[in-house]
């Protein structure tokens, strides 16, 4: 359906709003003006944002930042960015990161609970949408996760 794409990225944002007070995180949402509506799936597209948003908060301590931001990409698609300000992502674990139940040292992730599913899941939710979801990390600096996701233009009755 049409989406306003501000509206859909501050939903997320307050169904977190709890865990984010809770940690003293501070979140922006940034939408290019050029790209404020989209044509998705919102229900799909809104159990992958909540995956990412909350890995985002999960893997970030106290203090930290959130950045999400909706942009048309030179592919033609609309990228969704979230950006933390997090504890970051070995470089040699970011390529089986969206494998079902890998999850990166179990040390650190055995107190943190979960599952190891959510990236999966968002991954084949955004292929079932024909989309493609890639991540970058540096450790103790922050990991950056893009969606891409096909659009119809404006205007269009279809998707
Ligand atoms: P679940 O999502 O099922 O509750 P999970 O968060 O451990 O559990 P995934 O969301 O699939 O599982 O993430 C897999 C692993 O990737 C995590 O265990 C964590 O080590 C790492 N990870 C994911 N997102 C981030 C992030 N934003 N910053 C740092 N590490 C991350
Ligand atoms: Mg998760």
């Known amino acids: 359906q049409k989406v306003d794409l501000t509206e ?85 674990d970011l390529q089986r990161i969206f494998e079902r139940f890998y999850r990166v040292d179990k040390a650190r992730s055995r107190n943190m609970g979960g599952t190891g599913l959510g990236l999966s899941i968002a991954r084949e939710i955004v292929r079932a949408h024909g989309g493609a979801i890639a991540i970058d990390s540096d450790m103790n600096v922050g990991t950056v996760v893009t969606v891409l996701l096909p659009i119809v233009p404006e205007g269009s009755e279809s998707a």
């Open 8 to 92: 859909m990225l501050e939903e997320v944002v307050d169904r977190f709003s709890f865990q984010l007070r809770q940690k003293a995180i501070t979140v922006s949402v940034k939408v290019e003006d050029r790209q404020q509506n989209a044509w998705l799936d919102r229900d799909g597209i809104d159990q992958v944002l909540d995956n990412l948003v909350s890995n985002a908060i999960k893997y970030t301590l106290d203090g930290g930042s959130i950045d999400i931001s909706a942009r048309s990409h030179e592919s033609g698609q609309l990228a969704i960015a979230i950006k933390d300000t997090g504890i970051g992502i070995p470089k040699k």
